[in-house]
């Protein structure tokens, strides 16, 4: 359900006629243009004791994502004697955001990262690894909107970090709409004050949508307009994934 506050408490006071999400030439408050990703800086092997890590910074948001196996899946109950299980654990740190968060999982984390499991079981060639567990915690530092995506996002870099067998990365990303019109990649005044949201990520080989999720009313044109902007910007954020692991490898092949 997608808050419906006044404008003038985000705004510092200013009213909605004084300061708008979207400007009359369709620039948002931080200067991007309607399909204009935030700034993202992906940074591969940043944890020396994790068998897989990553570290992503996306507009106000710093996530920092681990990976460890696979090992045996204990205890023996929990085995599956097909394929491995992924479990993954979203948490925000409770100095993430402006308010302190109570520390520990909360409903959202814990459907966040049901959701993240599922997505990443998908691409992981989890039948090579039966009765194995492989862990992935995705660990938010600093939250600006987007969270989910940005730690789907690292997460994937991570487990490719960890020589983890995949059909492909997944790369993660919010569309939504504000103010009428559809935008890409919500910061946090859009995703609290906009009137949708949608989370996705898809497997660029094969063009598959493994996370689909919506808060909010759209039209079908402007899902359909959602869809195609989130899989194009998908596309742009998978060669900085894939830029991130061939950086961190080549850095280790000369070493």
């Known amino acids: 359900m997608r808050r419906n506050l006044n404008y003038g408490f985000l705004l510092g006071g200013m009213n909605m006629d004084e300061k708008k999400?979207?400007?009359?030439?369709?620039?948002?408050?931080?200067?991007?243009?309607?399909?204009?990703?935030?700034?993202?800086?992906?940074?591969?092997?940043?944890?020396?004791?994790?068998?897989?890590?990553?570290?992503?910074?996306?507009?106000?948001?710093?996530?920092?994502?681990?990976?460890?196996?696979?090992?045996?899946?204990?205890?023996?109950?929990?085995?599956?004697?097909?394929?491995?299980?992924?479990?993954?654990?979203?948490?925000?740190?409770?100095?993430?955001?402006?308010?302190?968060?109570?520390?520990?999982p909360g409903r959202r984390s814990i459907e966040i990262s049901k959701v993240m499991s599922e997505a990443l079981e998908y691409v992981v060639f989890t039948e090579k690894f039966p009765r194995a567990k492989i862990d992935v915690y995705i660990e938010v530092l600093q939250a600006s909107?987007?969270?989910?995506?940005?730690?789907?996002?690292?997460?994937?870099v991570a487990l490719a970090d960890a020589g983890i067998p995949m059909i492909d990365l997944l790369p993660a990303c919010a569309v939504g709409k504000v103010e009428g019109q559809v935008v890409l990649d919500l910061d946090k005044e859009e995703d609290n004050f906009g009137e949708a949201d949608i989370p996705l990520s898809v497997v660029p080989r094969t063009n598959e949508i493994v996370l689909l999720q919506m808060d909010g009313q759209l039209t079908i044109k402007e899902f359909e307009k959602c869809m195609e902007m989130g899989m194009n910007a998908c596309k742009d954020i998978y060669e900085l994934q894939k830029a991130a692991l061939k950086e961190r490898y080549a850095v280790f092949t000369e070493e």
């Not at 931080?30 to 591969?44: N, Q, S, T, Y």
């Not at 909107?145 to 994937?156: E, F, I, K, M």
């Open 145 to 156: 909107a987007g969270t989910r995506c940005a730690g789907l996002t690292a997460a994937s």
């Open 21 to 104: 999400l979207i400007n009359e030439k369709n620039i948002r408050l931080d200067g991007r243009k309607l399909g204009e990703l935030r700034p993202i800086k992906i940074e591969a092997g940043v944890l020396n004791r994790a068998d897989g890590s990553a570290y992503i910074e996306w507009g106000g948001n710093k996530v920092l994502a681990a990976v460890y196996g696979p090992i045996e899946a204990k205890p023996r109950h929990i085995q599956n004697p097909t394929k491995a299980i992924i479990d993954c654990r979203y948490n925000m740190a409770a100095f993430s955001v402006g308010e302190r968060k109570r520390p520990g």
